[in-house]
T-cell receptor, first 116, second 109 residues
């Protein structure tokens, strides 16, 4: 069982909708990540939060808006998405210090998003 | 642009044999190396990490690292059908974690 929990597992939304993806971890990790993964491609980094502060934004369009309410929670707010944004959105966490908190990543099961 | 290269496969291996997966990377200052397994439709799962030259064994899995040649490999002994998955190599450098495109492994019963 993964210790990183993502909800919802599946989401279908129209291009004018506003929705949110949620992620929770209880491992005491201080870094949390959003990745996007298209079919047969590797995960692509979107955002990194370090100690609840946004430390990396990989030039992601503003229709994706991350939020880290506390060290255990990470949200991704979605608004005015495009069909090409359909993908598996993965949350991950890791231990570490500093702005690049990479190491052993623990992924959630992902939220599969379909934009109509 | 830091690159991590893997043969996309599919790599087909008979059950019980050794599966050998390879990965090369371009950033000489890379520090940490990881293998993730991803079943179709599921999220990646960390199966091995290696930080220094040589071999690291964990059960049926052995990771091998050669920093001079800039390659890292994963051996799976006594391959099982449940090992059929995509294996992602990930390399940590100064810029963060870079994933390879993955090798699709098929274990034939």
């Amino acid at each position: 069982d993964t210790e990183v929990t993502q909800t919802p597992k599946h989401l279908v939304m129209g291009m004018t909708n506003k929705k949110s993806l949620k992620c929770e971890q209880h491992m005491g990790h201080r870094a949390m990540y959003w990745y996007k993964q298209k079919a047969k491609k590797p995960p692509e980094l979107m955002f990194v939060y370090s100690y609840e502060k946004l430390s990396i934004n990989e030039s992601v369009p503003s229709r994706f808006s991350p939020e880290c309410p506390n060290s255990s929670l990470l949200n991704l707010h979605l608004h005015a998405l495009q069909p090409e944004d359909s993908a598996l959105y993965l949350c991950a966490s890791s231990q570490g210090q500093g702005p690049l908190l990479v190491g052993e990543l623990f992924f959630g099961e992902g939220s599969r998003l379909t934009v109509l | 642009q830091k690159e991590v290269e893997q043969n996309s496969g599919p790599l087909s291996v008979p059950e019980g044999a050794i599966a050998s997966l390879n990965c090369t990377y371009s950033d000489r200052v890379s520090q940490s190396f990881f293998w993730y397994r991803q079943y179709s439709g599921k999220s990646p799962e960390l199966i091995m990490s290696i930080y220094s030259n040589g071999d690291k064994e964990d059960g049926r899995f052995t990771a091998q690292l050669n920093k001079a040649s800039q390659y890292v490999s994963l051996l799976i002994r006594d391959s099982q059908p449940s090992d059929s998955a995509t294996y992602l190599c990930a390399v940590r450098g100064a810029d963060g974690l870079t994933f390879g495109k993955g090798t699709h492994l098929i274990i034939q019963p």
